[in-house]
């Protein structure tokens, strides 16, 4: 089984500060997503990485595929207090359509 | 174009009972896939369903099944309730063609079962 391990679990940091999470596994993936959820929703896609190398900014995140296709992260610059949440990474189990889902980064941006 | 939607939003039982949730994806899409979120857990995969095939099956016990509608739309049942079955259950819909641009998967609000 295909496991999505992200880093770190926890970030709590004052607003306008840089961030990065990580997304690591030792299997290849076709693509990988990105989604941030809040409390009590669904997850939220952010973004989607399918080539490897693949660099994607959306506003002041950068998301980033590595080569191999088994690493990804997200920078977050100058955070704000809207960008607290969960963030998840995900991918799609090698011939399946199974998605798996990593562990989480849970951040806390503070005024 | 409409979201993915579930009902109900909250939804609380007693152990032993049954218990049914629905799923309504995106107009188009034909793949919907359940998970099962609890805060010791993070999100495990339950069934993915696809022209109302079940396609792939996680790890839980056969007190959770799933069927599809010809409408695509989708329901999951869990008997016997147990107080660890207690979590968001969470679907996702996504077109699922095939190609790897057609992967992205797209979440509802989720229904939060509480178990007593």
């Known amino acids: 089984t295909q496991l999505l391990e992200q880093s770190p679990q926890f970030l709590s940091i004052q607003e306008g500060e840089n961030l990065t999470v990580y997304c690591n596994s030792s299997?290849?993936?076709?693509?990988l997503q990105w989604y941030r959820q809040e409390p009590g929703e669904g997850p939220v896609l952010l973004v989607t990485v399918v080539t490897g190398g693949e660099v994607k900014k959306l506003k002041r995140l950068t998301f980033q595929f590595g080569d191999a296709r088994k690493d990804s992260s997200l920078h977050i610059t100058a955070a704000q207090t809207g960008d607290t949440g969960l963030y998840l990474c995900?991918?799609?189990?090698?011939?399946?359509?199974?998605?798996?889902f990593g562990t989480g980064t849970r951040l806390k941006v503070l005024a | 174009k409409a979201g993915v939607t579930q009902t109900p939003r909250y939804l609380i039982k007693t152990r032993g009972q049954q218990v049914t949730l629905s799923c309504s994806p995106i107009s188009g899409h034909r793949s919907v896939s359940w998970y099962q979120q609890t805060p010791g857990q993070g999100l495990q995969f339950l069934f993915e369903?696809?022209?109302?095939?079940?396609?792939n099956k996680g790890n839980f016990p056969g007190r959770f099944s799933g069927r599809q509608f010809s409408n695509s739309r989708s329901e999951m049942n869990v008997s016997t309730l147990e107080l660890g079955d207690s979590a968001l259950y969470l679907c996702?819909?996504?077109?699922?063609?095939?190609?790897?641009?057609?992967?992205?998967?797209?979440f509802g609000q989720g229904t939060r079962l509480t178990v007593v």
């Open positions: 995900a991918g799609r189990e090698g011939g399946t359509y199974k998605y798996i």
């Open positions: 299997s290849v993936f076709s693509s």
């Open positions: 996702a819909s996504s077109f699922s063609g095939g190609t790897v641009g057609n992967t992205e998967a797209f």
């Open positions: 369903y696809f022209s109302e095939t079940q396609r």
